[in-house]
Structures are given as structure tokens and as C-alpha cells.
Nanobody, 124 residues
Framework: QVQLVEAGGNLVQAGGSLRLSCAAS????????MGWFRQAPGKERVFVAT????????NYADSVKGRFTISRDNARNTVYLQMNSLKPEDTAVYYC?????????????????WGQGTQVVVSS
């Protein structure tokens, strides 16, 4: 089992920045690729970013490319999402997930473990 706990969500004005974190415990953190997804009210959980087990490969949804940065610290068992130039449409609950890696990381079904989520609200 892997336990994931997200933190860092907040209310922020458009154009502002937030850094989300996701702390993992349980099994070996570096054995898992990690991802961030988000879910707006009444909508599906959608892909935001993913990072490989070693951290040397990252991928982003087009909607956040150039504004968000995913990173990980395997020594601290933590993955981060730096969010800059935030827009009202970024408002959602943000979830981190852990999975085996590969193409399936673009889809919520490709993850074995999820955190409880952290709320981000961007005001206009």
C-alpha cells in the first residue's frame, strides 16, 4: 500500500502561483511514477502532469504546459506541482496518484493509489 497526502491548495487571484505537494508513505516511492490530476465540480478527473520514477521525464496537459511544473524528491518521498500564471479555469480539486508508469499514466485508470485531494480556487 502507498498512502498519499496532498497539501498546498488555497484561494489565489488570477495570475498568482501555488505549489502543491504530495507526500508518500508505505512502499518504496521511487518504484512509482507519479501524476497530478484535477477534477472540477460536475466534471471528470483529468490529467494534468506526470513524472517518471527517476524524475528524468515529465509530461503535461496542453492546458497547463508552460505554466505548471511537476517535480519529485525521492529522498523526501514527495512530488510537487508548481503552478504559475493561474487562471480561473484551473479551479479544481487536485489529486496526486502513484502508478507503474508508461502511457497509462495519462489516464486515471492507470494509477494504483490516490490521495484525498487539495482544493485550488482561482478568483478572477
Amino acid at each position: 500500500q502507498v498512502q498519499l497526502v496532498e497539501a498546498g491548495g488555497n484561494l489565489v487571484q488570477a495570475g498568482g502561483s501555488l505549489r502543491l505537494s504530495c507526500a508518500a508513505s508505505g512502499r518504496t516511492f521511487s518504484n512509482y511514477a507519479m501524476g497530478w490530476f484535477r477534477q472540477a465540480p460536475g466534471k471528470e478527473r483529468v490529467f494534468v502532469a506526470t513524472i517518471s520514477k527517476s524524475g528524468d521525464s515529465t509530461n503535461y496537459a496542453d492546458s497547463v504546459k508552460g505554466r505548471f511544473t511537476i517535480s519529485r524528491d525521492n529522498a523526501r518521498n514527495t512530488v510537487y506541482l508548481q503552478m504559475n500564471s493561474l487562471k480561473p479555469e484551473d479551479t479544481a480539486v487536485y489529486y496526486c496518484g502513484a502508478g507503474p508508469g508508461g502511457f497509462s499514466m495519462y489516464f486515471a485508470g492507470g494509477y494504483d493509489y490516490w490521495g484525498q485531494g487539495t482544493q485550488v480556487v482561482v478568483s478572477s
